[in-house]
């Protein structure tokens, strides 16, 4: 059963930095690929970054490319986020997912299938 806790959420002002970190358990970890998506008050999940189970390769959303790095610790079944240079728009709940459809980066990141199951998710939250 797929699980999954996140964490390093806060209030942080405009240009500042967060670290997310999500533990996943209940799945082959390294066979999957990982993401991290969020979700802003009256909106749908929004994908931010997902990286492979195979290579390491990643995707960015565009309005993140450049601020934020997503990596996956497969020792420690972790993906973090490190976000930098934080806009007010980047508030939400940060939430990580995992899939072993088949599908691309993209189209995880993108949202092309639906997910039955969320995790608490961390708030992240930056205003001055």
């Known amino acids: 059963q797929l699980r999954f806790v996140e964490s390093g959420g806060g209030l942080v002002q405009p240009g500042g930095s967060l670290t997310l970190s999500c533990t996943a358990s209940?799945?082959?970890?390294?066979?999957?690929?990982i993401g991290w998506f969020r979700q802003a008050p009256g909106q749908d999940h929004e994908g931010v970054s997902c990286?492979?189970?195979?290579?390491?390769?990643?995707y960015y959303a565009d309005s993140v490319t450049g601020r934020f790095t997503i990596s996956r610790d497969s020792a420690k079944n972790t993906v973090t986020l490190q976000m930098n240079s934080l806009k007010p728009e980047d508030t939400g709940i940060y939430y990580c997912?995992?899939?072993?459809?088949?599908?691309?980066?993209?189209?995880?990141?993108?949202?092309?299938?639906?997910?039955?199951?969320w995790g608490e998710g961390t708030q992240v939250t930056v205003s001055s």
């Open positions: 997912q995992a899939t072993s459809l088949g599908e691309s980066l993209e189209e995880m990141c993108t949202l092309q299938s639906p997910y039955d199951y």
């Open positions: 209940g799945f082959a970890f390294d066979a999957w690929h």
């Open positions: 990286i492979s189970s195979s290579d390491g390769s990643t």
